[in-house]
């Protein structure tokens, strides 16, 4: 194994790096802008022309480089093909072939699912530290997710895994969804869709609110006033945490991992969010999988470049 | 490699026993009955009994049987710990420590739950075959599961993984299941679960259907019936196939499996019952993980011994 390893999160505005040890110690960790134009065809020589710079001012050849892993807003196959990367503009990009040329002496190439390679940045080294398994379900924008079995992602046949998001909590509701389907888990526990949902809850009753004022409100708003003991705040937050919970039990009954990790900006909002979900997960959940740990992600937007560095630095 | 191995599936009125060769041909299979007095404590010597009587009719010296792999009714940890299996009366049975026992020479033992042996059996030499992921349901007394990813069981961490028929796919609904919570899966999709249903819609309806002059009717009636047209039993079986779509959409989205199989006695129904599973799966799965395969198991009751051997030839 070589002293050192590289971990790239690409995000639709700045690209996460991080340089660490070959024992898992963040060095140092930068960021880049993403720029998206042309398809975003200068994204990975923008790269490789940063990871040089950060080296050669360490004085670190890439020979001594062990890898860089990638996480990817979007699906990427197990030969670093991204088929589709809508947020970055790419089709069919290819990771190993465009670093290969950008960066001289380029390391082996690792990448995944960005959701995927939190996951296993968290497992490595944040809330999951020590579990062999995990889940993660990331509430942001939208809500994503990760499995993480026997230390390995699992990217799923047609990279679909830890899609948690997209589970039919409410199969009856036609609200629409950006997969194109409806009823969606997205749709009530996102940012957007908690406040979405907090509107329909808000037309239909009186419960007074300091929300009624507030327009538009933000996920942040609700998770605030819920903090503060707002009811109808705190009604919402419950409808979210059940369909939440339910979804976890599903997660339960298919791979019944060690531990549920919460991230995403909704994850700020602490226990006040974290309890009612494992309250509805333990009403579903089967027999002593009711008792698995749900608890909030500790490495925040680190959580990515730590997963990167993963897929190189294991053995998977 | 030795030149043969033997699989060993206990169930609670007969053990199924299968010899195979190492390239997974079964040679031979036979039934003893599982004999469950005094909590089931003759059950192993029962069955190395008979694998040295079948091994000394063959000529076939233990020496050159390289495992037995046993599949249970039950929770059984990595040990070969069956910490808890009801049907046969164990409580910390350890099968190694009894088979060493009964058996001279006995090669290494293998162990799994049954229903994630039938469906490694199935990923070996039936429906499954050639993929490497697969996720079995198998509808029968209750509904079952199991998750093979990568070749291998998934177990999961309290050995639940895989409780497909304890996913609550109707929460509202209060009618208890044997797990001790309500509206699980096999409520609705178990032959007695169908069978509680179709009463339910038939009490909510007027719709005229031989099920009503039938009391009571199986699983079976209602199959036999929907494939001869009837409309109220087609109403049901398209009920049923509704939840099962449903909880294996919930599972495509957390494992993204290569293939769903579809096993016990109710799949014995075909495409009456995997058609409308099949709709209802593609209209919940997300994105490209819709266009996963559900098709029929293939070994019938033969999946166990199938499995339980793939465990000892595999390298898992």
Same mark, same amino acid.
């Given at each position: 194994m070589k002293p050192y390893a590289i971990g790239v999160d690409i995000g639709g505005t700045s690209v996460k790096l991080g340089l660490f040890s070959s024992d898992g110690t963040l060095m140092t960790k930068w960021e880049i802008p993403t720029i998206t134009d042309n398809n975003g065809s200068g994204i990975l020589s923008d790269v490789a022309h940063s990871i040089s710079q950060t080296l050669a001012e360490r004085g670190i +050849? *890439?020979?001594?480089?062990?890898g860089i892993g990638f996480g990817v807003p979007g699906a990427v196959d197990e030969n670093n093909?991204?088929? =589709?990367c809508v947020n970055l503009g790419?089709?069919?990009?290819?990771i190993t072939k465009e670093m290969t040329r950008s960066l001289p002496g380029c390391p082996r190439i690792r990448s995944a699912n960005d959701a995927n390679a939190a996951t296993l940045g968290e497992v490595w080294k944040g809330s999951g530290t020590g579990r062999s398994s995990a889940v993660m379900i990331t509430l942001g924008t939208g809500v994503g997710g990760g499995v993480v079995l026997d230390g390995k992602i699992i990217p799923g046949t047609w990279l679909c895994? +830890?899609? *948690? +998001?997209?589970?039919?909590?409410? %199969?009856?509701?036609? /609200? %629409?969804c950006n997969c194109g389907k =409806?009823?969606?888990l997205e749709q009530y526990a996102s940012a957007k869709g908690i406040a979405r949902m907090a509107r329909d809850m808000l037309a239909q009753?009186? /419960?007074? =609110? %300091?929300l009624r004022d507030m327009d538009p409100f933000t996920a942040k708003d609700i998770c605030s006033l819920a903090q503060e003991g707002d009811p109808m705040a705190l009604a919402i937050v419950d409808r979210c945490a059940a369909y939440l919970g339910l979804a976890l039990s599903y997660v339960a009954c298919t791979v019944d991992p060690g531990i549920f990790i919460v991230g995403g900006g909704m994850s700020r909002a602490g226990d006040v969010l974290l309890d009612p979900i494992r309250t509805y997960y333990r009403k579903n959940a089967f027999l002593n999988s009711d008792q698995t740990p749900i608890v909030a992600a500790r490495l925040g937007n680190d959580a990515g470049i730590y997963g990167c560095a993963c897929m190189v630095l294991s053995t998977q």
């Open positions: +050849g *890439i020979d001594q480089v062990e093909l991204v088929l =589709s790419w089709k069919n990009v290819d895994a +830890g899609e *948690i +998001g997209h589970m039919k909590v409410e %199969p009856g509701d036609n /609200t %629409p =409806s009823g969606c009753c009186d /419960t007074p =609110s %300091p």
